[in-house]
């Protein structure tokens, strides 16, 4: 009832507000513009909206297979943050955003009554067993999959079920049939693609988070593989803990500071714990960003991707961003991740060559102290 007084009251504000510019001599169009029927101005949004929704589920899938491949080739680095994983996203319209139900289904030829796969991986457990994007996914070990949160059910059901051999029931051009998939174990993070020009990426304790800006910024495989690598890098490492673990020592130190100026009849009203805090959160972060760089190097390489001229992408991320050319507050500059990125490739090469382990040379690799209490605040790219 409230938003129906509302609605009425905001729209005679609109008209009195016009009203009044015009009144006040405001400069207002000339032209005679030409009339624009309602129906047409609907369908060519319907249009772009169905073209933006297939363009971002293609880029899903190329940001899906990378981390498939990163997942499941430094599964050891990622402790016990693990799950079986098949390589297929399915969906149906109810277990997407609401947003996008009135043409998910007509966006990409999706129907109603049974998940969908929208992305398979090549080469992944569910290539493998021959289902293909577009085949309709009905069931795990006979058990019906839901038509509401579709992907999040299926995880949780590989995760339970391990690597044990699943009977997928399939529906293939209106034909029914089971084949056999059989997981493989691979890092669990999740990782979110977000609409956003930005081009940039980060990590929180709970999910990486890609944004189309980088997607489009990459363009190569590898370029990609070095920024999703980089964000499980932050995750392995644990470097919002260690962020945070700093920002609570520059706290207690500030906070030490303000109560012996207190003790001298001052109140600094928190100043020193603030920036001290501010301070702590910010040291070593330009340390952390290239041990970032470096070990996401060493993650692409294990899952196979060809790392020689993919440095190109610092220039390209000057050319957009000219201020990464130049300031290093919180990230190295361009040019230092560049060289250092050819130091790394260089590097990996000649492990190749003489048969070693791709290990990066790491000393310290793990949390040593509990995670000071927090907000989860992201590592950005």
Same mark, same amino acid.
């Given at each position: 009832?409230?938003?129906?007084?509302?609605?009425p009251?905001?729209?005679?504000?609109?008209?009195?507000?016009?009203? $009044?510019?015009?009144?006040?001599?405001?400069?207002?169009?000339? !032209?005679?513009?030409?009339?624009?029927?309602?129906?047409?101005?609907?369908?060519?949004?319907?249009?772009?909206?169905?073209?933006? &929704?297939?363009?971002y589920y293609?880029?899903?899938?190329?940001?899906?297979?990378i981390?498939?491949? &990163?997942?499941?080739? =430094?599964?050891a680095?990622?402790k016990?943050?693990?799950?079986?994983?098949?390589? &297929?996203?399915?969906?149906?319209?109810?277990?997407?955003?609401?947003?996008?139900?009135?043409?998910?289904?007509?966006?990409? =030829?999706?129907?109603?009554?049974? +998940?969908?796969?929208?992305?398979?991986?090549?080469? !992944?457990?569910?290539?493998?067993?021959?289902?293909?994007?577009?085949?309709?996914?009905?069931?795990?070990?006979? /058990?019906?999959?839901? &038509?509401?949160?579709? $992907?999040?059910?299926?995880?949780?059901?590989?995760?339970? =079920?391990?690597?044990?051999?699943?009977?997928?029931?399939?529906?293939?051009?209106?034909?029914?049939?089971? #084949?056999?998939?059989?997981?493989?174990m691979?890092?669990?993070? +999740?990782?979110?693609?977000?609409?956003?020009?930005d $081009?940039?990426?980060?990590a929180?304790?709970?999910?990486?988070?890609? =944004?189309?800006?980088?997607?489009?910024?990459?363009?190569?495989?590898?370029?990609?593989?070095?920024v999703?690598?980089?964000?499980m890098?932050? !995750?392995?490492?644990?470097?919002?803990?260690?962020?945070?673990w700093?920002?609570?020592?520059?706290?207690?130190?500030?906070?030490?500071?303000?109560?012996?100026i207190?003790?001298?009849?001052? !109140?600094?009203?928190?100043?020193?714990?603030?920036?001290?805090?501010?301070?702590?959160? @910010?040291?070593?972060?330009?340390?952390?960003?290239?041990e970032?760089?470096?070990?996401?190097?060493?993650?692409?390489?294990?899952a196979g991707?060809?790392?020689?001229?993919?440095?190109?992408?610092?220039?390209? @991320?000057?050319?957009?961003?000219?201020?990464?050319?130049?300031?290093?507050?919180?990230?190295?500059?361009?040019?230092?991740r @560049? #060289?250092?990125?050819?130091?790394?490739?260089? /590097?990996? /090469?000649?492990?190749?060559?003489?048969?070693?382990?791709?290990?990066?040379?790491?000393?310290?690799v793990? #949390? /040593?102290?509990?995670?000071?209490?927090?907000?989860? $605040?992201?590592?950005?790219?």
């Open positions: 009832m409230v938003r129906g007084i509302i609605r009251i905001g729209a005679a504000v609109a008209q009195a507000l016009t009203l $009044a510019l015009s009144m006040a001599g405001c400069a207002m169009p000339v !032209s005679k513009l030409p009339d624009l029927p309602a129906d047409l101005v609907a369908a060519e949004q319907r249009r772009e909206q169905i073209a933006q &929704l297939r363009k293609g880029e899903l899938h190329r940001v899906d297979t981390a498939f491949r &990163l997942r499941t080739a =430094n599964v680095d990622c016990d943050w693990v799950s079986a994983q098949i390589g &297929l996203y399915a969906v149906t319209p109810r277990s997407l955003p609401r947003k996008y139900q009135s043409y998910i289904a007509e966006a990409l =030829n999706i129907g109603w009554m049974r +998940p969908t796969a929208i992305s398979v991986v090549e080469d !992944s457990p569910a290539a493998n067993a021959g289902i293909v994007a577009g085949d309709e996914i009905i069931a795990l070990n006979g /058990e019906l999959i839901p &038509l509401w949160g579709t $992907a999040g059910w299926m995880g949780g059901w590989l995760k339970a =079920n391990g690597v044990k051999p699943v009977e997928v029931a399939v529906r293939h051009d209106g034909v029914d049939r089971v #084949v056999t998939v059989t997981p493989v691979g890092c669990a993070i +999740p990782i979110a693609y977000t609409v956003d020009a $081009a940039n990426a980060s929180s304790d709970t999910k990486i988070t890609i =944004n189309t800006g980088i997607v489009a910024l990459a363009e190569t495989d590898a370029q990609l593989a070095l999703i690598g980089h964000e890098a932050h !995750s392995n490492l644990g470097h919002n803990d260690k962020k945070r700093n920002q609570l020592l520059g706290t207690t130190t500030g906070a030490a500071v303000d109560v012996g207190l003790a001298g009849g001052v !109140s600094t009203g928190g100043l020193f714990a603030r920036q001290f805090g501010h301070f702590g959160a @910010l040291a070593y972060s330009v340390g952390f960003e290239r970032a760089d470096y070990v996401g190097a060493y993650y692409a390489a294990r991707y060809d790392l020689n001229g993919a440095e190109d992408f610092w220039r390209r @991320l000057g050319l957009l961003a000219p201020a990464t050319i130049l300031v290093a507050k919180t990230h190295p500059i361009n040019a230092t @560049l #060289v250092q990125l050819q130091k790394v490739t260089a /590097e990996i /090469e000649d492990k190749k060559r003489r048969h070693e382990p791709l290990v990066p040379d790491l000393k310290y793990s #949390v /040593e102290h509990d995670p000071a209490p927090g907000d989860a $605040a992201a590592v950005k790219f």
